[in-house]
C-alpha cells in the first residue's frame, strides 16, 4: 500500500493482527475435551469454566489457554463476556446450565450454546417462567440450542465439530450451508483504503 507522508509517497507492507476470539465451555465433562482441543485448532483461546473444583484441572484440558474453577454464580466475575466471546455450556447438570444461562444472556456475547434435548430447554423456561424470569427475543436469538450443526455424527470429536463449526459460522456471519452453492470467492476480501485512514 502506498501513502503520502510529509509530501513523499511511502510504501508499506500491511499485515492486521486482531485478537483471537474466545471460546469458554463451561463443563468439565468427557465432552468438553474435544471441543475445547478443535476449538483451540480453530484459532479460539479457549477457557474451560468448571463448577466442581476437582474436574478443572488444566491437565485434562491440554488444549485450554486456561481452566478456572469457580460457581455459577461467580462465572460472570472471572471473565469478561464481551461481544468477542463465544460460549458452550456443557455442565449436564440441570441447575448449574440454568444458572449459566440466566447470567450469560445478560451479558453482550453474540453466542451461547447449549447442550441438551429441545425438551430439557422448555423446562429450564417453565422454571424461569415460574420464577418470574424473562428473556427478550434478542436474548434468545443468541441461544442456541441443541447446539450444534445436524452433521449425523454422534462421537464426542464428531459433536466437538458439530458445536466448533456453529460457533464459526456465528462468529463469522455465516448461514452454514455447502460451498458449492456460494457464488463468487469462498473467502471474504478485505478491503485497505489508500488514504492511510485503515
Do not use: C, W
Not at 44 to 55: D, I, P, Q
Not at 66 to 72: A, I, K, W
Amino acid at each position: 500500500m502506498t501513502v503520502e507522508l510529509d509530501g513523499e509517497s511511502v510504501t508499506v507492507f500491511v499485515d492486521g493482527l486482531t485478537a483471537p476470539s474466545k471460546l469458554v465451555v463451561v463443563g468439565t465433562g468427557h465432552d468438553v475435551g474435544p471441543i475445547a482441543e478443535l476449538g483451540a485448532q480453530a484459532d479460539f483461546r479457549v477457557s474451560v469454566v468448571g463448577f466442581r473444583g476437582a474436574a478443572a484441572k488444566a491437565d485434562r484440558f491440554p488444549a485450554a489457554s486456561e481452566v478456572v474453577s469457580t460457581s455459577p454464580a461467580r462465572m460472570t466475575d472471572e471473565f469478561d463476556f464481551d461481544a468477542n466471546t463465544y460460549v458452550v455450556v456443557a455442565t449436564h447438570n440441570f441447575v448449574d446450565d440454568r444458572l449459566a444461562i440466566e447470567a450469560l444472556l445478560d451479558t453482550p456475547v453474540p453466542y451461547v450454546g447449549l447442550m441438551g434435548p429441545h425438551e430439557r430447554f422448555e423446562e429450564m423456561l417453565d422454571d424461569f417462567e415460574d420464577e418470574g424470569t424473562t428473556f427478550t427475543d434478542a436474548q434468545l436469538a443468541r441461544l442456541y440450542t441443541p447446539v450444534g450443526l445436524d452433521l449425523g455424527g454422534g462421537s464426542p470429536y464428531q459433536i466437538a465439530l458439530s458445536i466448533v463449526s456453529e460457533v464459526l459460522a456465528v462468529k463469522n456471519g455465516r448461514e452454514p450451508r455447502h460451498l458449492r452453492t456460494r457464488e463468487g470467492t469462498i473467502h471474504d476480501r478485505i478491503e485497505l483504503s489508500t488514504d492511510g485512514s485503515g
